[in-house]
């Protein structure tokens, strides 16, 4: 459910309980004589709630309850919270105060402080609107969030326009109002990349573009970029046209299904990116140079990344090609649906890319679960797993994943959670589980793949059982039909 700050001040009194109680409850940001500031936002003339007071979080939280029992809703999609005006400052102006005209204003749009926002001078119960604009946004997702968790009684879903420092904690984002353009689509990656190091993982930009007519192509290979935001979401204006998969071509329709089921066969992989974030702080999309800090090609790539340490992406980003140019840091890679190897020295190399395929690549040495896709990521996330290994020069790897239900609150604080480890290496992959849950043992491992095995085995055994397996010539192994407990040790061996 969208939903914007701004409060309709204009309806008969008595008849619009959340500004008839706001006011009586003094939650709204007053202007610098005392009185409730007005501005203008989508629903016509509004006042602006102060969430840095306790009162208005409440008073917040009682509106969407009341809402909610009218229609159930799952997340929020906080906008317009900068907070954003039509009008500059209120309906009746800015006092001429210190705060209103500073000695210094920063390159703002419009040249003044007031530009399409509220004034610096109005009043909040913690301070100025002067020290607390830009915290706008957090303290409203860190209201909703709150709200959300006692209403719903589930993790809290919020995405926010408006973001600060440590609102990751409460909410995501999407990159604002971007334009069906290929530029777009190319800066959109810097986007992402910049607010996972700002530890604001779930983010992506409106795919196929929100303002502008998209094209075909464009939205094609914007849907191939979006399946791997970390959020992703096809948007666009009121006045544009459709530009959801089914107003296009057959093939395109075909496309982008097959981007977005890619997406959820990946999905056990970005959820344990997640955990890590929640616990460590890590990036989810990644840039080149976190993992290659001392390889120089990587410092200018702004075309490509990875998730997490294991997965490197090369989208299309130009339009009227069948190919991209990658960079591949020195070592062994191999193509993730294949299994193909590449070899680099830290180098460019051309990869072929028709409108149906984004390239993606493993890293040696990494060892990643996906899993069956369905129609819904709800359908999937019961289906069955298949593990792929990347193995190293040296015939190593690993990895892990995190899992639960999905949706209980603070699982890994209160160890509702399962762990695994993955390893292998000398011909062995074991499966250990480092922390017990039960949603585990509702999931089997179907299949194991093994990239990078330089010679057919003669006997592959899992759990000391003898296993029926596939040698493909580009050095692919694939043990079958495991109906493996994830929640239970098992160990494959292969000679």
Same mark, same amino acid.
């Given at each position: 459910?969208?939903?914007?700050?701004?409060?309709?001040?204009?309806?008969?009194?008595?008849?619009?309980?959340?500004?008839?109680?706001?006011? $009586?409850?003094?939650?709204?940001?007053?202007?610098?004589?005392?009185?409730?500031?007005?501005? $203008?936002?989508?629903?016509?003339?509004?006042?602006?709630?102060?969430?840095?007071?306790p009162e208005t979080q409440e008073w917040w939280f009682q509106n969407l309850q009341r809402f909610h029992t009218h229609i159930p809703f799952d997340g929020l999609w906080i906008d317009m919270n900068e907070p954003s005006n039509f009008v500059d400052g209120s309906l009746s102006g800015c006092a001429d105060t210190k705060y209103d005209s500073p000695p210094y204003t920063p390159g703002v749009l419009g040249g003044f402080l007031r530009s399409?926002?509220?004034?610096?001078?109005?009043?909040?119960?913690?301070?100025?609107?002067?020290?607390?604009?830009?915290?706008?946004?957090?303290?409203?997702?860190?209201?909703?969030?709150?709200?959300?968790?006692?209403?719903?009684?589930?993790?809290?879903?919020?995405?926010?326009?408006?973001?600060?420092?440590?609102?990751?904690?409460?909410?995501?984002?999407?990159?604002?109002?971007?334009?069906?353009?290929?530029?777009?689509?190319?800066?959109?990656?810097?986007?992402?990349?910049?607010?996972?190091?700002?530890?604001?993982?779930?983010?992506?930009?409106?795919?196929?573009?929100?303002?502008?007519?998209?094209?075909?192509?464009?939205?094609?290979?914007?849907?191939?970029?979006?399946?791997?935001?970390?959020?992703?979401?096809?948007?666009?204006?009121?006045?544009?046209?459709?530009?959801?998969?089914?107003?296009?071509?057959?093939?395109?329709?075909?496309?982008?299904?097959?981007?977005?089921?890619?997406?959820?066969?990946?999905?056990?992989?970005?959820?344990?990116?997640?955990?890590?974030?929640?616990?460590?702080?890590?990036?989810?999309?990644?840039?080149?140079?976190?993992?290659?800090?001392?390889?120089?090609?990587?410092?200018?790539?702004?075309?490509?990344?990875?998730?997490? $340490?294991?997965?490197?992406?090369?989208?299309?980003?130009?339009?009227?090609?069948?190919?991209?140019?990658?960079?591949?840091?020195?070592?062994?890679?191999?193509?993730?649906?294949?299994?193909?190897?590449?070899?680099?020295?830290?180098?460019?190399? $051309?990869?072929?890319?028709?409108?149906?395929?984004?390239?993606?690549?493993?890293?040696?040495?990494?060892?990643?679960?996906?899993?069956?896709?369905?129609?819904?990521?709800?359908?999937?996330?019961?289906?069955?797993?298949?593990?792929?290994?990347?193995?190293?020069?040296?015939?190593?790897?690993?990895?892990?994943?995190?899992?639960?239900?999905?949706?209980?609150?603070?699982?890994?604080?209160?160890?509702?959670?399962?762990?695994?480890?993955?390893?292998?290496?000398?011909?062995?992959?074991?499966?250990?589980?480092?922390?017990?849950?039960?949603?585990?043992?509702?999931?089997?491992?179907?299949?194991?793949?093994?990239?990078?095995?330089?010679?057919?085995?003669?006997?592959?055994?899992?759990?000391?059982?003898?296993?029926?397996?596939?040698?493909?010539?580009?050095?692919?192994?694939?043990?079958?039909?495991?109906?493996?407990?994830?929640?239970?040790?098992?160990?494959?061996?292969?000679?």
């Amino acid at each position: 459910m969208i939903l914007d700050p701004g409060i309709s001040s204009t309806q008969p009194s008595g008849s619009y309980w959340p500004f008839d109680e706001g006011i $009586k409850r003094g939650v709204f940001i007053n202007d610098s004589n005392g009185h409730t500031l007005i501005g $203008k936002v989508w629903p016509g003339l509004t006042a602006f709630p102060d969430f840095s007071d306790p009162e208005t979080q409440e008073w917040w939280f009682q509106n969407l309850q009341r809402f909610h029992t009218h229609i159930p809703f799952d997340g929020l999609w906080i906008d317009m919270n900068e907070p954003s005006n039509f009008v500059d400052g209120s309906l009746s102006g800015c006092a001429d105060t210190k705060y209103d005209s500073p000695p210094y204003t920063p390159g703002v749009l419009g040249g003044f402080l007031r530009s399409k926002t509220i004034c610096a001078s109005a009043h909040q119960k913690l301070s100025s609107h002067y020290n607390l604009h830009s915290l706008y946004g957090l303290m409203e997702a860190k209201a909703s969030s709150s709200a959300l968790e006692r209403i719903v009684g589930k993790r809290p879903f919020v995405i926010s326009r408006s973001t600060f420092p440590s609102q990751g904690r409460y909410s995501g984002h999407w990159l604002g109002d971007n334009r069906s353009t290929w530029k777009d689509l190319y800066t959109s990656i810097s986007g992402m990349l910049t607010f996972n190091l700002l530890g604001i993982p779930l983010v992506g930009a409106d795919v196929c573009g929100f303002s502008g007519q998209t094209d075909e192509e464009l939205c094609v290979r914007w849907t191939q970029l979006g399946a791997f935001y970390p959020f992703m979401r096809n948007h666009n204006d009121q006045d544009a046209q459709a530009q959801d998969p089914t107003v296009f071509s057959p093939a395109a329709r075909s496309a982008m299904k097959e981007a977005i089921l890619l997406r959820y066969t990946l999905f056990p992989l970005l959820y344990t990116l997640f955990h890590h974030a929640h616990t460590h702080g890590h990036t989810v999309a990644r840039p080149l140079l976190f993992e290659f800090p001392t390889d120089q090609g990587t410092y200018a790539i702004d075309k490509q990344f990875l998730w997490g $340490k294991a997965l490197l992406v090369t989208p299309v980003l130009e339009p009227g090609v069948d190919y991209v140019a990658g960079y591949f840091p020195k070592g062994l890679w191999y193509d993730y649906y294949t299994g193909d190897s590449l070899v680099s020295s830290g180098e460019e190399i $051309k990869l072929p890319a028709p409108l149906d395929k984004i390239n993606i690549h493993l890293r040696e040495g990494s060892i990643i679960p996906t899993q069956r896709p369905n129609t819904t990521l709800w359908v999937s996330s019961g289906q069955p797993m298949h593990l792929i290994g990347a193995l190293s020069m040296e015939g190593v790897a690993d990895g892990d994943l995190f899992w639960d239900d999905g949706e209980t609150m603070a699982t890994y604080e209160t160890n509702q959670y399962a762990y695994i480890r993955f390893r292998a290496q000398q011909g062995v992959m074991t499966s250990e589980v480092l922390h017990e849950n039960v949603e585990a043992s509702y999931i089997t491992v179907e299949t194991v793949s093994f990239y990078g095995v330089k010679a057919k085995p003669e006997r592959v055994t899992v759990n000391s059982q003898d296993a029926e397996f596939t040698y493909r010539a580009n050095q692919v192994l694939t043990v079958t039909d495991l109906g493996l407990n994830l929640g239970q040790n098992f160990t494959i061996t292969w000679m």
